[in-house]
């Protein structure tokens, strides 16, 4: 069974800075591209970096690119999200998403949902004064 669980999310200050965690089970976490896609409130899926299987090939949004920082374990089969400069615009609930597509090197659909097919449970990251 495959098994996605983030953690790390908290209550962060403007500019300042936490580092997601995501534990993957029941898959060759080595062999798929995986991605951070967070949620606001009130606001659909947004997909925020993924890293690819091979080479850890790194892709950001627009967003957060020069702020965070995508990377991988693949011997504690762990995907991870490091971010800094924290916005407000940044407060939402993040997910890790494993890609359907095994060993692929299509990377052009990162950001569709329809992309994944295991999803985390999701922590929550608020950033507030």
């Known amino acids: 069974e495959v098994q996605l669980v983030e953690s790390g999310g908290g209550l962060v200050q403007p500019g300042g800075s936490l580092r997601l965690s995501c534990a993957a089970s029941?898959?060759?976490?080595?062999?798929?591209?995986m991605s951070w896609v967070r949620q606001a409130p009130g606001k659909g899926l947004e997909w925020v970096s993924g890293?690819?299987?091979?080479?850890?090939?790194?892709h950001y949004a627009e967003s957060v690119k020069g702020r965070f920082t995508i990377s991988r374990d693949n011997a504690k089969n762990t995907l991870y999200l490091q971010m800094n400069g924290l916005k407000s615009e940044d407060t939402a609930v993040y997910y890790c998403?494993?890609?359907?597509?095994?060993?692929?090197?299509?990377?052009?659909?990162?950001?569709?949902?329809?992309?994944?097919?295991?999803w985390g449970q999701g922590t929550q990251v608020t950033v507030s004064s």
């Open positions: 998403a494993k890609d359907r597509k095994f060993r692929t090197f299509d990377l052009t659909n990162l950001e569709s949902p329809g992309e994944y097919d295991h």
């Open positions: 029941g898959f060759p976490f080595d062999d798929y591209t």
């Open positions: 890293i690819s299987w091979a080479f850890n090939n790194r």
